[in-house]
C-alpha cells in the first residue's frame, strides 16, 4: 500500500493529488492499494481510498501498513516520519502554486535533499521513488552531515541570527 499524505494546512496540495493521478493513470503504481489524506484537496486521484483527515492513532497504523509514504515536507510530519520504519518521499508545498504561505518547505526541502533524504521536484522523482523506495533516516545523521544542513540553511537564510561557531546550533531539529 502507498500512503499519500498532505497534512492539515489550508492551503490545497492538487499539485501533488495531479502528480499521483498521472501515475495512476500511466499504471505506474500498479494494482497497490492508494491511501490518500487530502486535507483541503480539491483534486482527489481517481481509484484511492481517501481520507480528508485522519488522528494520529490511525495515521501511523497506515504508516506502519504502508510499502513507502508520499508526503508534504511539513516539519511535524518530517519528524513523525522519520521515527517510524517506512521508507518516505518528501514533496514541498510551494508559494508560487499557492500551496502556502511562504517557502519554507522548499527550503527545508532543499537541506534535507543535500543530506540524501529523497525529495520530489517532479513527477518522475515519484515513479523513481515508487520503484525503488529508500529509507533514509534524519536522526542517524552523522555529524558531518549535520553540519552540511546546517550550512546549507545558513546559506538560504543569510540575515538569520549567527549560528554557534560549529554550526551545530539547528541539530535539535534534526532529532
Same mark, same amino acid.
Given at each position: 500500500?502507498?500512503?499519500?499524505?498532505?497534512?492539515?494546512?489550508?492551503?490545497?496540495?492538487?499539485?501533488?493529488?495531479?502528480?499521483?493521478?498521472?501515475?495512476?493513470?500511466?499504471?505506474?503504481? =500498479?494494482?497497490?492499494?492508494?491511501?490518500?489524506?487530502?486535507?483541503?484537496?480539491?483534486?482527489?486521484?481517481?481509484?484511492?481510498?481517501?481520507?480528508?483527515?485522519?488522528?494520529?492513532?490511525?495515521?501511523?497504523?497506515?504508516?506502519?501498513?504502508?510499502?513507502?509514504?508520499?508526503?508534504?515536507? =511539513?516539519?511535524?510530519?518530517?519528524?513523525?516520519?522519520?521515527?517510524?520504519?517506512?521508507?518516505?518521499?518528501?514533496?514541498?508545498?510551494?508559494?508560487?502554486?499557492?500551496?502556502?504561505?511562504?517557502?519554507?518547505?522548499?527550503?527545508?526541502?532543499?537541506?534535507?535533499?543535500?543530506?540524501?533524504?529523497?525529495?520530489?521536484?517532479?513527477?518522475?522523482?515519484?515513479?523513481?521513488?515508487?520503484?525503488?523506495?529508500?529509507?533514509?533516516?534524519? =536522526?542517524?545523521?552523522?555529524?558531518?552531515?549535520?553540519?552540511?544542513?546546517?550550512?546549507?540553511?545558513?546559506?538560504?537564510?543569510?540575515?538569520?541570527?549567527?549560528?554557534?561557531?560549529?554550526?551545530?546550533?539547528?541539530?535539535?531539529?534534526?532529532?
Amino acid at each position: 500500500m502507498i500512503l499519500v499524505t498532505v497534512g492539515t494546512e489550508k492551503f490545497p496540495f492538487n499539485r501533488l493529488m495531479r502528480w499521483v493521478e498521472l501515475l495512476l493513470e500511466d499504471d505506474l503504481i =500498479g494494482d497497490e492499494e492508494v491511501v490518500v489524506q487530502y486535507g483541503t484537496c480539491t483534486v482527489l486521484p481517481e481509484g484511492t481510498k481517501v481520507y480528508r483527515l485522519l488522528k494520529e492513532h490511525d495515521f501511523q497504523a497506515l504508516v506502519r501498513r504502508a510499502r513507502l509514504v508520499i508526503a508534504h515536507c =511539513g516539519e511535524g510530519t518530517v519528524l513523525l516520519l522519520d521515527g517510524m520504519d517506512t521508507p518516505f518521499l518528501l514533496v514541498p508545498r510551494s508559494q508560487r502554486y499557492q500551496e502556502h504561505v511562504d517557502d519554507h518547505q522548499v527550503e527545508l526541502a532543499q537541506a534535507l535533499a543535500s543530506i540524501g533524504v529523497p525529495i520530489a521536484w517532479g513527477p518522475a522523482d515519484l515513479v523513481r521513488f515508487v520503484a525503488a523506495p529508500t529509507k533514509v533516516s534524519i =536522526g542517524d545523521l552523522s555529524m558531518a552531515a549535520a553540519q552540511a544542513v546546517c550550512r546549507r540553511l545558513d546559506l538560504l537564510f543569510p540575515d538569520a541570527a549567527e549560528p554557534s561557531a560549529d554550526s551545530t546550533s539547528v541539530l535539535p531539529l534534526l532529532r
